[in-house]
């Protein structure tokens, strides 16, 4: 997936995002299998176990078993058919959630040549809202930020000032 290039302002954010609301003692979940990132979190002192690649849109066995403190999920919802599902069998009290936002511009991502690697939701920042409340989650903090690309036309502009990444810290409804 990140063969050709590194989402370093991506990971930034992210990493600023989880050690402002996660510190290094609390155990982590995180959705999907071990990648870039969940190392990342590790070089930073967190404690982490991935997912093991399971289809989370039918096994939800990794969050119903886990007895991690914080679940994790970095660009995932997007993937799944009905993320529902999983939000609702998390038992964690702590989630950090982060998704590309939905581009007017810009049509749903679809990988050609990798199956779980395509977009079946690209949500607006109020649906992953609705989505997380109706769930049982309350939001305690978000963050949004742009995309800038390095090429010239009009999309590209565009992705100069609308953001593209959303991530929220979120609590569990007492």
Do not use: C
Not at 108 to 130: G, I, V
């Amino acid at each position: 997936m990140y063969e050709k290039t590194y989402p370093n302002k991506r990971f930034q954010n992210t990493l600023s995002f989880l050690k402002k609301h996660i510190n290094t003692n609390e155990t982590i979940l995180d959705l999907g299998v071990e990648n870039p990132f969940s190392k990342i979190m590790k070089t930073q002192g967190y404690v982490v176990e991935n997912t093991k690649g399971e289809d989370l849109d039918i096994d939800f066995s990794s969050v119903q078993n886990s007895k991690s403190q914080v679940v994790t999920a970095f660009e995932i919802f997007e993937h799944l058919l009905a993320p529902f599902n999983i939000l609702s069998e998390i038992k964690s009290d702590k989630l950090v959630a982060s998704i590309p936002l939905r581009l007017w511009f810009s049509p749903a991502y679809k990988s050609k040549t990798d199956p779980w690697d395509r977009h079946y939701h690209e949500f607006e920042d109020w649906q992953f809202d609705w989505l997380l409340d109706k769930t049982g989650w309350v939001i305690k903090d978000s963050l949004k930020w742009t995309n800038p690309v390095k090429k010239i036309g009009i999309r590209p502009i565009l992705r100069s000032f609308t953001p593209r990444y959303y991530i929220v810290y979120a609590e569990r409804k007492k």
